[in-house]
C-alpha cells in the first residue's frame, strides 16, 4: 500500500515519523557543540532529509533518524542501546546505525582513524548516511563552528571528513556530489578566513 500522493509505502512513511519521534525524545535535552547550540534533533533531521532526497532507501533515512540515539545517550538516566533500536525498528536499521557508531569507550583519535578504515567495507545504506552525516557536519563547521574551534581544529575536522567520505563513496552519485561541493565550500570559507 502507498500514500497517494507518492510511491513511498505508507509503513516506510510511519516507521520514519516514528524514528523521527523517538530520536527527539533521546536527544531532547541535547544540543549541537556550534555557537548556535541548536537543538541535537535539528542535526539528524537535517541527516535524514539529505538522504531522502537524495534517493537513500528507507531504511538508511530511518537510521539516519537515529544514528547519534546510542551514542549521545551514554550519560542518560536510560542510555538508548543497539538492541532497543533493534527492537523497536528491526535488524536492517539497528545494523546500519552499528556500522556507524563509535565505540566511545576508545579514545577519540582511535575512533576517528576507524572511521576512515571502515567507510569502505561499510554496507550502501551506511555509507549514504556517512557521507549525509559529514554533510550535515561540514555545514554546522561553516555557519556555526563549535565553540573553542579555531582555524586549525576546523581544517583539520575539513581534511578528517573528506578522508571518511573517500570510503564512503560509490554508493550514490547524486550524495557523491553532494559532498564534493559541501567539502569544497567549506575550505573556500576556511581559506578565506585563513
Given amino acids: 500500500m502507498t500514500t497517494s500522493d507518492s510511491l513511498v509505502p505508507a509503513n516506510a512513511l510511519a516507521d520514519t515519523l516514528r524514528a523521527a519521534v523517538f530520536a527527539a525524545r533521546v536527544h531532547a535535552g541535547h544540543r549541537r557543540k556550534g555557537?548556535?547550540?541548536?537543538?541535537?534533533?535539528?542535526?539528524?533531521?537535517?541527516v535524514a532529509e539529505i538522504l531522502a532526497t537524495h534517493g537513500a532507501p528507507p531504511a538508511a533515512v530511518i537510521a539516519a533518524l537515529l544514528h547519534d540515539t546510542v551514542e549521545d545517550s551514554d550519560q542518560d538516566p536510560e542510555p538508548c542501546t543497539l538492541q532497543h533500536l533493534e527492537a523497536a525498528f528491526g535488524p536492517e536499521v539497528a545494523g546500519i546505525v552499528a556500522e556507524v557508531s563509535d565505540d566511545k569507550s576508545l579514545p577519540k583519535e582511535v575512533r576517528k582513524g576507524l572511521q576512515i578504515r571502515h567507510a569502505a567495507k561499510a554496507s550502501d545504506a551506511a555509507k549514504q548516511l556517512k557521507l549525509a552525516d559529514k554533510i550535515s557536519n561540514l555545514r554546522s563547521i561553516a555557519a556555526s563552528p563549535p565553540k573553542g574551534w579555531d582555524h586549525a581544529r576546523r581544517l583539520e575536522y575539513v581534511g578528517w571528513a573528506g578522508r571518511v567520505a573517500a570510503g564512503a563513496k560509490g554508493a550514490n552519485p547524486a550524495l557523491d556530489a553532494l559532498f564534493d561541493a559541501t567539502y569544497r565550500e567549506a575550505v573556500r570559507r576556511l581559506a578565506e578566513e585563513g
Avoid at 548556535?36 to 533531521?45: F, G, K, Q, R, S
Fill in 35 to 46: 555557537s548556535a547550540a541548536e537543538p541535537y534533533v535539528n542535526h539528524v533531521l537535517e
